[in-house]
Every structure is written in C-alpha cells, then in structure tokens.
C-alpha cells in the first residue's frame, strides 16, 4: 500500500485487535515515519482509557546502536507486574521474551530539565533498578517481520511487563555484566550484550520524548531499557526466569 493511512485508520486497527484478540495485516495500511507512529501510540492509549490526564508511569526505551536515534513507547499499567508473575491468562499471540534491567526515576522530571541532560546527569536522576522481562507480542499478523513504523506505533510490540525487586542504583560494570535466562528447560547466559553497551544510555534520549510535550514525569516512573538476549520465543506453559548477578531475578509463567 504506498499512499499513507491516516492516524485514525491505523490506531482504530490497532485498538480492534487489541479488543478482538486479532491481528491486522501490516501491508493493509501505510505508516511514512516515526512521528506518524507516535502520534498512533497517542490515540491508541486515548481509545483504550490507559492514562487517562496523567502522565504515563511505565516505559520501554531503546535502540540497536548508540547511533541510532532511539524508540520509546508508554505501557499500559494493566500489564505491568511484579515478579513472580502468571501470565496464562493474559492474551497473547505471540510470546518472545527480553531480559532487561528497569530503571526508576527518583525525582520529577519536566521538559526544562529533560532538555539540559546529559547521559551522566541523567543517571543521577536514578534511585533504583530492577530486574525486568518484556513479554514481546504484536498485533501485526507479520509480527516481528513487520516493518519498524509499524512496530513502533503498536508499542515496539509490547505485551506485558515483569518486575523484579528494586535495588539501590549503584555503579556498575555493564561491560561484563552476567544474564542467566532460563525458558522451560533451557538456559542462556549473556555477558554484556546490552545493544547499547549501558542501560543507562537510553535515559536522555528517553525523558526528552516522554516530557515533549509539556508533561512532568513523576518520581517513580519506569523505563525498561532493551534486551541483553536478543528476542528468544517462549511456549504456553513455559517458566521464564532472568537473573542479574548482584542485581536480582524476575520470573514469570506463561
């Protein structure tokens, strides 16, 4: 389809699936860029009543290379839990899986602010963090083969999202930092494999586009900050858990 939808088509597309249980065929509607599919995250939220006039509380942030201009996205509070957690009810398609570390923000942030940050001042925004798992779904048919638009406007395919105890934040050397990720049966282990080197490094990038628009993020807000396992499927029935050494665990049961 080479003429652009417009924003309404797509998020009530979106939204339909998301109340059906369905999925819409990606190549039924054209999305031209990332702001288009920004403003798609917009109107979905707003049709399914997730934030109502505050500000959302959970995000995932994040990107492949530090070249890369960042992607974000607002999560729906329904799916967000703490570890452990039992998703065998919770509808999903699709069933990839992320071990992450969340961050939490310790203070309110607003646009003023969010514009002067540096990668080091941001940090010290940072009181705590937390193992996580991004349960990974779509709403597209083509799932991940989808094209990037369009997986951004569906929340960069997100699905639920796991959280571990949150610990004091501390230094850390990212670099040789241990993930232990078991699913069902199988184990992997990672060794600083976060894509952007640091976790951390998502953090300006990301409180620029959340404040935007004039909205203050408060203290407590989340930000889940990318996969250090690439994107392994899961199974109904499986057990998933990822360990952080010296940081903690996450489990969830699909």
């Known amino acids: 389809m080479s003429s652009p939808s417009t924003d309404a088509d797509i998020a009530h597309a979106?939204?339909?699936?998301?109340?059906?249980?369905?999925?819409?065929?990606?190549?039924?509607?054209?999305?031209?860029?990332?702001?288009?599919?920004?403003?798609?995250?917009?109107?979905?939220?707003?049709?399914?009543?997730?934030?109502?006039?505050?500000?959302?509380?959970?995000?995932?942030?994040?990107?492949?290379?530090?070249?890369?201009?960042?992607?974000?996205?607002?999560?729906?509070?329904?799916?967000?839990?703490?570890?452990?957690?039992?998703?065998?009810?919770w509808p999903l398609r699709w069933r990839g899986v992320e071990a992450e570390i969340a961050l939490r923000l310790g203070q309110p942030v607003d646009r003023s602010l969010a514009e002067s940050l540096t990668q080091q001042a941001a940090v010290l925004l940072i009181d705590a963090m937390a193992v996580s798992i991004e349960i990974v779904d779509s709403r597209w048919e083509q799932a991940q083969d989808a094209p990037a638009w369009h997986r951004l406007a569906d929340l960069q395919s997100h699905g639920a999202l796991v959280l571990g105890e949150w610990q004091p934040m501390r230094a850390v050397d990212w670099a040789t930092q241990r993930c232990e990720l078991h699913i069902g049966a199988q184990m992997h282990v990672f060794s600083g494999t976060h894509p952007l080197g640091d976790p951390t490094w998502v953090l300006p990038q990301w409180l620029r586009h959340a404040t935007r628009q004039g909205a203050v993020l408060p203290a407590g807000s989340v930000v889940t900050t990318g996969s250090w396992c690439g994107l392994p499927l899961a199974q109904a029935g499986d057990t998933v858990r990822a360990r952080f050494d010296g940081i903690g665990v996450a489990c969830v049961q699909l």
């Open 14 to 89: 979106l939204v339909q699936a998301r109340r059906t249980g369905g999925a819409v065929n990606a190549d039924s509607l054209c999305i031209i860029d990332a702001a288009q599919a920004y403003r798609v995250q917009g109107l979905v939220a707003l049709a399914m009543g997730w934030f109502g006039q505050a500000p959302p509380r959970h995000w995932k942030a994040g990107g492949a290379r530090r070249e890369d201009t960042l992607t974000h996205a607002p999560l729906p509070p329904a799916g967000i839990w703490p570890s452990p957690a039992d998703a065998v009810a």
